[in-house]
Nanobody, 127 residues
Framework: QVQLVESGGGSVQSGESLRLSCAGS????????MGWFRQTAGKEREGVIS???????TVAESAQGRFTISLDPAKTTLYLEMNNLRPEDTAMYYC?????????????????????WGQGTQVNVSS
Protein backbone atom coordinates (compact mmCIF):
# COMPACT_ATOMS: atom_id res chain seq x y z
CA GLN A 1 0.00 0.00 0.00
CA VAL A 2 1.36 3.39 -0.99
CA GLN A 3 1.81 5.93 1.77
CA LEU A 4 3.18 9.44 1.41
CA VAL A 5 4.33 11.21 4.57
CA GLU A 6 5.20 14.89 4.59
CA SER A 7 7.50 16.53 7.11
CA GLY A 8 9.55 19.66 7.56
CA GLY A 9 6.81 22.18 8.17
CA GLY A 10 6.95 24.66 10.98
CA SER A 11 6.81 28.29 11.98
CA VAL A 12 9.28 30.72 10.46
CA GLN A 13 9.61 34.42 9.90
CA SER A 14 9.27 36.21 6.62
CA GLY A 15 12.38 35.82 4.47
CA GLU A 16 13.44 32.52 6.00
CA SER A 17 13.59 29.13 4.28
CA LEU A 18 12.14 25.67 4.80
CA ARG A 19 12.59 22.33 3.09
CA LEU A 20 9.63 20.03 3.06
CA SER A 21 10.05 16.30 2.57
CA CYS A 22 7.63 13.72 1.26
CA ALA A 23 8.71 10.18 2.01
CA GLY A 24 7.15 7.46 -0.07
CA SER A 25 6.46 4.14 1.61
CA UNK A 26 5.91 1.38 -0.90
CA UNK A 27 6.41 3.91 -3.65
CA UNK A 28 9.23 5.03 -5.90
CA UNK A 29 8.80 8.42 -7.51
CA UNK A 30 9.09 8.27 -11.27
CA UNK A 31 10.10 11.89 -11.82
CA UNK A 32 6.72 12.77 -13.26
CA UNK A 33 3.12 12.67 -12.04
CA MET A 34 4.17 14.23 -8.76
CA GLY A 35 3.89 17.56 -7.08
CA TRP A 36 3.35 19.80 -4.11
CA PHE A 37 0.09 21.53 -3.33
CA ARG A 38 -1.14 23.77 -0.56
CA GLN A 39 -4.40 24.73 1.05
CA THR A 40 -5.59 27.34 3.51
CA ALA A 41 -8.83 27.30 5.45
CA GLY A 42 -11.82 28.07 3.30
CA LYS A 43 -9.92 27.92 0.05
CA GLU A 44 -9.44 25.24 -2.56
CA ARG A 45 -6.24 23.28 -2.74
CA GLU A 46 -3.85 24.83 -5.24
CA GLY A 47 -0.78 23.64 -7.04
CA VAL A 48 2.63 24.91 -6.01
CA ILE A 49 4.91 22.89 -8.28
CA SER A 50 3.88 19.81 -10.20
CA UNK A 51 5.29 17.60 -12.90
CA UNK A 52 2.81 16.16 -15.37
CA UNK A 53 2.88 12.75 -17.01
CA UNK A 54 4.73 14.19 -19.99
CA UNK A 55 7.35 15.81 -17.78
CA UNK A 56 6.03 19.33 -18.10
CA UNK A 57 6.57 21.30 -14.93
CA THR A 58 3.99 23.77 -13.69
CA VAL A 59 5.07 26.34 -11.14
CA ALA A 60 2.62 28.68 -9.45
CA GLU A 61 3.39 32.31 -10.17
CA SER A 62 3.76 32.97 -6.45
CA ALA A 63 6.39 30.24 -6.22
CA GLN A 64 8.50 31.19 -9.22
CA GLY A 65 12.05 32.08 -8.31
CA ARG A 66 11.57 31.01 -4.68
CA PHE A 67 10.48 27.35 -4.60
CA THR A 68 12.09 24.31 -6.21
CA ILE A 69 11.19 20.63 -6.33
CA SER A 70 13.64 17.75 -6.33
CA LEU A 71 14.05 14.04 -5.66
CA ASP A 72 16.65 12.17 -3.68
CA PRO A 73 18.89 9.83 -5.73
CA ALA A 74 16.91 6.78 -4.61
CA LYS A 75 13.69 8.50 -5.75
CA THR A 76 11.93 7.67 -2.51
CA THR A 77 11.70 11.20 -1.17
CA LEU A 78 10.31 14.29 -2.86
CA TYR A 79 11.46 17.67 -1.61
CA LEU A 80 10.11 21.19 -1.79
CA GLU A 81 12.73 23.82 -1.10
CA MET A 82 11.10 27.11 -0.15
CA ASN A 83 13.16 30.27 0.08
CA ASN A 84 12.29 33.86 0.96
CA LEU A 85 9.04 32.77 2.56
CA ARG A 86 6.20 35.25 2.84
CA PRO A 87 3.18 35.35 5.18
CA GLU A 88 0.94 34.47 2.23
CA ASP A 89 2.81 31.14 1.94
CA THR A 90 1.17 30.08 5.20
CA ALA A 91 -0.80 26.91 4.42
CA MET A 92 -1.01 23.16 4.82
CA TYR A 93 1.32 21.67 2.25
CA TYR A 94 0.58 18.33 0.62
CA CYS A 95 2.56 16.10 -1.70
CA UNK A 96 0.90 14.02 -4.37
CA UNK A 97 2.11 11.29 -6.69
CA UNK A 98 0.82 8.89 -9.27
CA UNK A 99 -1.40 10.07 -12.09
CA UNK A 100 -4.95 8.92 -11.60
CA UNK A 101 -6.38 6.46 -14.08
CA UNK A 102 -9.90 6.32 -15.41
CA UNK A 103 -10.63 3.60 -12.88
CA UNK A 104 -9.50 5.90 -10.07
CA UNK A 105 -11.80 8.60 -11.34
CA UNK A 106 -14.74 6.26 -11.59
CA UNK A 107 -14.04 4.92 -8.12
CA UNK A 108 -13.69 8.44 -6.73
CA UNK A 109 -10.28 7.67 -5.29
CA UNK A 110 -8.43 10.43 -7.11
CA UNK A 111 -8.07 14.12 -6.31
CA UNK A 112 -6.84 16.77 -8.71
CA UNK A 113 -5.66 14.00 -11.03
CA UNK A 114 -3.50 12.23 -8.46
CA UNK A 115 -4.15 8.90 -6.79
CA UNK A 116 -1.82 9.22 -3.79
CA TRP A 117 -1.75 12.05 -1.27
CA GLY A 118 -0.01 12.68 2.00
CA GLN A 119 -1.66 14.02 5.14
CA GLY A 120 0.05 17.39 4.92
CA THR A 121 2.52 19.46 6.88
CA GLN A 122 1.69 22.93 8.19
CA VAL A 123 3.80 25.94 7.29
CA ASN A 124 3.31 29.20 9.16
CA VAL A 125 5.15 32.35 8.09
CA SER A 126 4.97 35.42 10.27
CA SER A 127 5.85 38.94 9.21
Amino acid sequence: QVQLVESGGGSVQSGESLRLSCAGSGYTFSGYCMGWFRQTAGKEREGVISVASDGRRTVAESAQGRFTISLDPAKTTLYLEMNNLRPEDTAMYYCAAGCATWSDMVAGTEHMGYKNWGQGTQVNVSS
